[in-house]
C-alpha cells in the first residue's frame, strides 16, 4: 500500500513538472500585453489604502463621499510609448480600480467608526 503512494506521489509530481507552468522569459507576459491587467496592478500600489480608510474612519459619510467623488489620474510616465487606443484603456481601467479601492477602504474605514461609536453609546448607557 504504501509502496502505491510513493509512485503516484512520483507519477504526479512528474507531470506537474513536465506539464506545469510554461514561462518563458523571452515572450511577454500578461502584465505587458493587457493595458487593463497593468492599470489594475498598478492602481492598487499607487492608491494610499490607509488614506481612504482614515478618511472613512475619521470623516465619517463624508470620507465615503469623497471616495466616490475624486478620481486619481494615471501617472503620464505610465503611459509613454503605448497607442491612442492602449492609453484610453488604460486609464479608464486605471481610474476604475483606484476608485474601487478607495471606496472599499473608506467604506472599511466608516463601518469601524459606526462600530466603535456604537460600543461607546452602550457603554454609556449601561
Given amino acids: 500500500m504504501r509502496s502505491y503512494i510513493v509512485i503516484a506521489t512520483i507519477v504526479v509530481l512528474s507531470a506537474s513538472i513536465c506539464f506545469g507552468q510554461t514561462y518563458d522569459p523571452n515572450t511577454m507576459s500578461a502584465e505587458k500585453t493587457d493595458p487593463c491587467l ?7 500600489m499607487d492608491v ?10 475619521l470623516l465619517g459619510i463624508l470620507g465615503m463621499g469623497a471616495s466616490y467623488v475624486i478620481e486619481p489620474d494615471p501617472p503620464a510616465t505610465r503611459m509613454i510609448g503605448m497607442e491612442a487606443n492602449e492609453m484610453a484603456i488604460y486609464t479608464t481601467c486605471y481610474k476604475l480600480e483606484a476608485k474601487k479601492i478607495q471606496q472599499k477602504k473608506s467604506l472599511s474605514g466608516c463601518l469601524t467608526y459606526a462600530a466603535v461609536y456604537v460600543l ?3 457603554g454609556a448607557s449601561g
Avoid: K
Fill in 38 to 44: 497593468q492599470a489594475a496592478i498598478d492602481a492598487s
Fill in 48 to 57: 494610499n489604502g490607509n488614506l481612504w480608510y482614515g478618511a472613512g474612519c
Fill in 120 to 122: 461607546l453609546i452602550m
